[in-house]
């Protein structure tokens, strides 16, 4: 790899009085439970970056002042061991109680952007990814496009009257022409928060648009109008601001949906890609994989990267479709979940 990337991702303990809602786990976000699933991903994380990118810079963001004990598995020392930097990073972008009911954490990713800005050249090429993102193949083409482009982004390809987090792309274009004062003649596209890749400039240039928006935002909430809800929503406006393109990094990275008995949009041809976001593993797969990676000797670190590899992760992931070892594990892991749910047990321990 040419350029020596630095790959980030982050987690935010919630406390209790800070608590919110995330779908794809449920529960009290503040539980040690909970928040061990988000542990696992992070080091499933930096681990498939490793085999993938062993050249890059990696970076963990986090509240947390020391790393926990998951499963008896020390996740601090295994990071230290990968040669992970730990971040503790302040959450100066806490949105107000009331503000939106869910993903109240995502906000933390304007403090990960701020300070990547304030302390990268202009020429780095920084990656800031959700930890249930995946490496399957190489960094290097993904670098050497940011390197021309200054700035990818995920385009989820919404659909025009479809809400995501409470605000459809017509809904987001009226408050973008009420921010730029001017009218739109199409709906602005949204892109997903799960995905961050500028240069330094352009992070500098994000960074500094920012505060304001932030500002603008709490404003409106406190005079209770509609405004933007989560953190992909604001960086889409920044975007379109500044004037960036919504979907180049969509040959790269892609949303996998991998939900028992509903229709999946995971395709043979997803191999190509270069990282799996697959938000629906997080009680099923993804733990399965930590097991893997927590065992030196296993598979996971003897495989070769590239097509072998990624084969690999997609037996824990369902891709491209969940065998029948696989279907049951998850059978089995979402019936216990809901039976301990109706008798009042912390469904995740």
Known sequence: ????????????????????????????????????????????FFATSIRNN?????????????????????????????????????????????????????????????????????????????????WINAATLLCEDVQRQGLLSYDVELPLHVPENGLSRLDMKRLYEHLLQKPLADAPPYVGGEFFAATGNATQQVAARMKALWQTQLRWFEEGKPKFNEEAQALSFIYYQLGFPAGTANRYIKRMWTPLFRTNNVRPEDYALTLWHVPAEKRYGIPRLFEAVRAPDSLFWSLPVGKDFAAYLGRFLGIPHRSPTKLLDDVRGAVRYKLRQKLGLDPLR
């Open 54 to 134: 062993p050249t890059a810079h990696h970076r963990l963001y986090t509240n947390v002042p020391q790393p926990p004990m998951v499963d008896g598995f020390e996740v601090a020392r295994f990071l230290d061991t990968l040669g992970v930097e730990i971040v503790d990073l302040p959450f100066t972008h806490q949105p107000p109680d009331g503000y939106h009911p869910a993903w109240r954490n995502q906000f933390y990713l304007f403090d990960i952007v701020q300070h990547l800005a304030a302390t990268s050249p202009a020429d780095a090429v920084l990656m800031v990814l959700d930890a249930d993102c995946f």
């Open 1 to 44: 790899m040419s350029v020596k990337p630095v790959i980030c991702t982050w987690l935010y303990a919630d406390a209790p009085a800070t608590e919110s809602t995330y779908f794809a786990v449920g529960h009290h976000s503040s539980s040690p439970h909970f928040q061990a699933i988000y542990w696992r991903c992070v080091v499933v």
